[in-house]
C-alpha cells in the first residue's frame, strides 16, 4: 500500500535533519487502520500549525496567503472582480473527521471540517448585483462558517534524489459551507454612505448574492483545504514516513 500525507502547509526553506519530529508517529503500511493513524498524525499537527513547524520547515499558517482569485461572471453584464493578497485566517483549525485509503494505495479521501475561515482581500469589481450596479476597489471581507469538504485525492509516486515520494492530486471535491457576511469597502469611491447601505444590502439577500460570488469563493475554500491536504510531504520520501 502506497501512503503518504502529513497535511501540511506550505513547505519552504529546507530541513537538514531528514528524522520525523516525536510528535509525529509512522503509520505501518500494512496496517488495515492507516487511515486514522494518518488522520491522527495530521490532527495532531494542527495545533502547531498556526505558528508552523520548524522541525519540518513549515512556515505559520496563520494567516495562510493566497495571492490572486478571480470571478468573471458568465453574462455580459454580470459581474466581475478580481481579488489580491488574500489571507485566510484560523484555517488551522481545521478537524480531519475521517481519512480512508483505498486497499490498492492509489487513492485516498479525506473528510476535513473547518469551524470558520476570516477571510480579507483587496478587490476591484464591476458590474451589476441583484439591482445594484457596482463599481469600486478597496478592502473586502468574507466570513465563512461549517466548511465541510470531502475530498478525493489520486496518489502518484515520483522519485527525487533517489528516493521514492508520493505526490497527491485533487480528483474530486465536495464542499459545503455558509457565508455568515460579506463586507466591502469604497464601493462608490468614497461615498461612504452609499458603501454602508450597499453593504447591508448584499447581506440582507446573502444567499441570492452568494449565487454570484460562490465560484470565486469556492476556489478560495478549495485552495485552503488543499492547503492543509495536499502540500504533502514532498520532503520526506515513502520510507522516512512508513514503515512496512
Ligand atoms: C466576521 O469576522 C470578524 C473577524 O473574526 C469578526 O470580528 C466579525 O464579528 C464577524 N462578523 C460576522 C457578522 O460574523
Redesign the pocket.
Known amino acids: 500500500m502506497k501512503l503518504i500525507v502529513l497535511l501540511v502547509t506550505a513547505l519552504a526553506g529546507v530541513v537538514s535533519s531528514r528524522k520525523l519530529p516525536d510528535f509525529v508517529h509512522k503509520c505501518k503500511i500494512s496496517d488495515p487502520e492507516i487511515g486514522n493513524c494518518i488522520a491522527e498524525n495530521i490532527n495532531n499537527l494542527r495545533s502547531r500549525f498556526a505558528k508552523g513547524i520548524p522541525e519540518l520547515g513549515v512556515p505559520p499558517a496563520e494567516p495562510l496567503l493566497i495571492p490572486k482569485a478571480e470571478l468573471k461572471s458568465p453574462n455580459p453584464d454580470g459581474l466581475r472582480a478580481n481579488f489580491y493578497d488574500i489571507h485566510v ?1 484560523n484555517p488551522s483549525s481545521f478537524e480531519i473527521k475521517k481519512l480512508n485509503v483505498d486497499p490498492k494505495g492509489n487513492t485516498i479521501d479525506v473528510h476535513v471540517y473547518i469551524p470558520y475561515l ?1 477571510i480579507t482581500a483587496k478587490y476591484e469589481m464591476n458590474g451589476k448585483i441583484l439591482i445594484l450596479q457596482l463599481k469600486g476597489s478597496g478592502p473586502g ?1 468574507v ?1 465563512i462558517t461549517n466548511i465541510d469538504s470531502k475530498v478525493g485525492y489520486k496518489l502518484s509516486q515520483h522519485e527525487k534524489n533517489g528516493k521514492q515520494y508520493y505526490q497527491l492530486e485533487r480528483v474530486s471535491q465536495e464542499l459545503n459551507y455558509k457565508v ?2 460579506l463586507g466591502f469597502k469604497n464601493l462608490f469611491e468614497g461615498r461612504d454612505d452609499l458603501t454602508e447601505s450597499t453593504n447591508q444590502v448584499l447581506n440582507e439577500n446573502i444567499d441570492e448574492v452568494m449565487k454570484e460570488f460562490k465560484p470565486v469563493v469556492d476556489d478560495t475554500v478549495k485552495a485552503v483545504v488543499d492547503g492543509i491536504v495536499f502540500r504533502v510531504f514532498d520532503r520526506f520520501s515513502i520510507n522516512e514516513l512508513f514503515d512496512n
Open positions: 485566517y476570516h471581507e466570513n455568515t457576511k
